[in-house]
């Protein structure tokens, strides 16, 4: 009786187009806090809303953007799991082409060398100006201090308005070149890879259904089931850091950082 680590190797060694859609589950592992962890301490007295938003940004710059650095300091401390490796690995294996989709903003994908990566919701490492969009520094962003909770913003080199991060924010749409690559990536894939996300934030949520409509198969991956779990062609119950590996395994690789 084959289990769940057989019937995903099988899927993949026959693939030419696979798609992995990653979440907050994949980065936790790596010990990024998910958006509402990170609101720890001083910052769990705030809602979402406090600082998630362009509203809230512009009315308290200096607390929002305290926040964003905050943030990216953690993840400049984090290390991409085994996890993250194998899926470099499962890259080069594959015939055929393999495209992440992260909803993660932490860039952990291609610190770790996956080179077609679409960020969804932007990323840490992404600073430009609020109004003209001009780009700044993430390197200068992080040598403000880690821990202040009021860091002012910098201004624009361009235009002298405030750097904002380059993340999608509530009530913002997501950047339509991202959107574009992903919806593509569906569509055409063989097989999706669904790591480590709970299935319920939209539109990313949309994408396996996309690669079930153009006859691919679906793999999930998660310690938790989730809304795909019972539409999933596979699911294993498993962390990303311990399944991806055994995948590369089967596959015929082996994960080398």
Request: proline letters at 6%; one cysteine or more; aromatic letters at 6%.
């Amino acid at each position: 009786m084959t289990g769940p680590l057989d019937e995903a190797a099988g899927l993949l060694r026959g693939a030419k187009r696979v798609v992995v859609l990653t979440g907050a589950g994949m980065s936790a592992e790596s010990g990024v806090p998910t958006f509402r962890d990170a609101q720890s301490g001083w910052w769990a007295r705030y809602d979402p809303e406090d600082l998630a938003t362009e509203r809230a940004f512009r009315r308290n710059p200096d607390r929002v953007f305290a926040w964003y650095v905050s943030r990216l300091h953690a993840v400049r401390r984090a290390e991409p799991h085994d996890g993250y490796h194998a899926l470099v690995r499962l890259a080069t294996l594959l015939e055929g082409v393999l495209t992440v989709v992260t909803q993660n903003v932490d860039g952990l994908h291609g610190r770790a060398g996956s080179r077609d990566v679409v960020e969804l919701h932007g990323s840490l490492e992404a600073f430009r100006c609020i109004a003209c969009r001009h780009p700044a520094s993430a390197d200068d962003i992080a040598r403000l201090e880690d821990g202040a909770t009021v860091i002012h913003p910098p201004a624009c080199a361009k235009c002298g308005n405030f750097i904002r991060p380059g993340v999608v924010w509530f009530g913002e749409t997501l950047p339509v070149d991202a959107m574009e690559r992903a919806w593509r990536a569906a569509r055409t894939a063989d097989v999706a890879l669904v790591v480590g996300t709970s299935s319920l934030v939209y539109p990313a949520a949309e994408l396996p259904s996309l690669v079930a409509a153009g006859g691919g198969r679906i793999v999930e991956i998660n310690p938790h089931e989730t809304p795909l779990s019972c539409r999933a062609d596979v699911y294993w119950p498993a962390a990303a850091g311990e399944a991806l590996p055994a995948l590369v395994a089967a596959c015929g690789g082996s994960v080398a950082k």
